[in-house]
């Protein structure tokens, strides 16, 4: 009935998620409010580790993908269903760290890397630093040389794969702003210049060709692409690559209409691919490597706001306003990005209405969503907005001063906080006077 299987009706007529009842969370812990499945999250780590076992006899590695939902739970929940992590700045570094992380784990990527970003990663030690850039291999190089330690890289290559998905989250095209472009030539000079570099030891590739992508189509081309360029290296430096990481990009259901392929059929396909590409072009199968976000963390959560002004304007629209908005979701401001919405204290009756749901920040596009389905709501109900694990609180802001809600881990039933509220004080906190 619903889109994500942590969801459930209990019999007040109340939402629930990992057995909790979300009027009791919002009683103890207020609005708005970060709710994520604990349960759900482990099992989509364990159906993408499971996955890698069975299609490619555990020659992989699962590294979720932390800027989609990273803090310090989720990085030793990554940790203990032995995932790696891939993470894309010094902060989220930082935290994986902070929870003891193994090192050789991380993937760190980014198309800026700053010396100092990258003199910590050296000095953590972490496993492969994935390079975006010619400027960026002569720093490391450099940077290892001064401590002394050879850089792990892999090198991010733009396959050029069109992905059908939004311009924003588009990211294996030429015109892209990560990555080396493999038509230009520009790939393969990287290649030959790391090649003859002494403090860095390129082992593997890199692609991410996009986000919510539904198709597999492009996945299976994307690795056939990347599996021979490895054999085009091969052939013209003799340097046989022993890694592949095809990065992340599978979609989710965000509406009840949306029918995104179970995770083992984008692995069934892309592993066919895989197996075929290497015995056509006589490599070994190299080390898989992919990098899952939004289907780990975006079906596990939810957000949970109260409901503070109703206001009809007739013959134009409903505006529903919340506790919240843009700060804690940015995602419908910056992309018309859709999800399903209900009133949780009414949960079992009928959606009678289409409204605008309403943030509370001081802009008019501070919307969360229009044309959306909704049962009657009046101001103090509660109203949840589903299917918001990923790029909601890892995109959060403090706009209008607003503090950012806390995270609660469910699970059975059981709800613990694992980012706390942020106070007023936590606002003014780095104001000098
Ligand atoms: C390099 C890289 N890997 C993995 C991901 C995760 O993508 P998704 O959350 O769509 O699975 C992203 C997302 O932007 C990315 O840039």
Redesign the pocket.
């Known amino acids: 009935m619903f889109i994500s299987d942590c969801l459930g009706i209990n019999d007040k007529g109340n939402l629930t998620i990992g057995g909790c009842d979300t009027l009791e969370l919002v009683q103890r812990y207020a609005t708005p409010l970060y709710v994520m499945d604990e349960q759900q999250l482990r099992e989509h780590c364990r159906q993408y580790r499971s996955s890698i076992e069975k299609y490619y006899g555990g020659n992989g590695l699962v590294?979720y993908?932390s800027?989609?939902f990273c803090c310090k739970a989720v990085c030793r929940l990554a940790m203990e269903e032995g995932l790696g992590l891939?993470v894309?700045s010094g902060g989220e570094l930082y935290t994986a760290m902070s929870v003891g992380f193994p090192a050789q784990r991380i993937?760190f990527?980014g198309n800026n890397k700053t010396p100092q970003e990258l003199t910590e990663a050296l000095e953590y030690g972490v496993g492969q630093i994935?390079v975006d850039n010619l400027t960026e291999l002569e720093l490391l190089n450099q940077l290892a040389k001064s401590q002394e330690r050879v850089a792990r890289i892999l090198l991010?290559v733009k396959p050029g794969i069109d992905a059908h998905t939004h311009n924003f989250?588009r990211?294996g095209q030429i015109d892209s702003k990560?990555g080396l472009a493999l038509e230009t030539g520009e790939a393969m000079q990287a290649v030959k210049a790391a090649a003859a570099l002494d403090w860095v030891q390129l082992v593997g590739l890199?692609c991410?060709i996009?986000?919510?992508?539904f198709d597999i189509a492009p996945f299976e081309e994307t690795a056939r692409v990347m599996l021979r360029f490895m054999a085009q290296i091969r052939e013209e430096t003799g340097l046989e690559l022993t890694m592949l990481?095809l990065?992340?990009?599978?979609?989710i259901q965000y509406l009840p209409e949306h029918d995104p392929k179970p995770y083992e059929t984008y692995m069934d396909g892309v592993s066919r691919t895989v197996h075929s590409e290497c015995e056509k072009l006589g490599m070994k199968i190299p080390f898989i490597v992919i990098?899952?976000?939004?289907?780990?963390?975006?079906p596990a959560g939810i957000t949970l706001y109260r409901v503070g002004s109703v206001k009809e304007i007739p013959g134009v629209r409903t505006y529903v306003s919340v506790d919240g908005g843009m700060t804690d979701n940015p995602r419908y401001a910056l992309y018309q990005a859709e999800y399903e919405m209900l009133v949780a204290n009414k949960a079992s009756q009928p959606k009678t209405q289409k409204v605008t749901v309403a943030g509370k920040c001081c802009e008019s596009g501070d919307l969360l969503g229009e044309n959306i389905p909704l049962q009657q709501a009046v101001p103090g109900d509660v109203l949840a907005v589903l299917a918001t694990g990923?790029?909601n609180y890892s995109m959060s802001s403090n706009y209008n001063r607003l503090p950012k809600p806390p995270v609660v881990f469910v699970r059975d039933g059981k709800a613990r906080v694992v980012v706390k509220r942020e106070t007023l004080e936590d606002l003014i906190r780095n104001d000098c006077e």
């Open positions: 590294a993908a800027k989609s891939d894309v993937f990527h994935v991010r989250i990211t990560f890199h991410h996009g986000s919510q992508i990481n990065g992340g990009g599978f979609g990098e899952p976000g939004r289907s780990v963390s975006g990923a790029y």
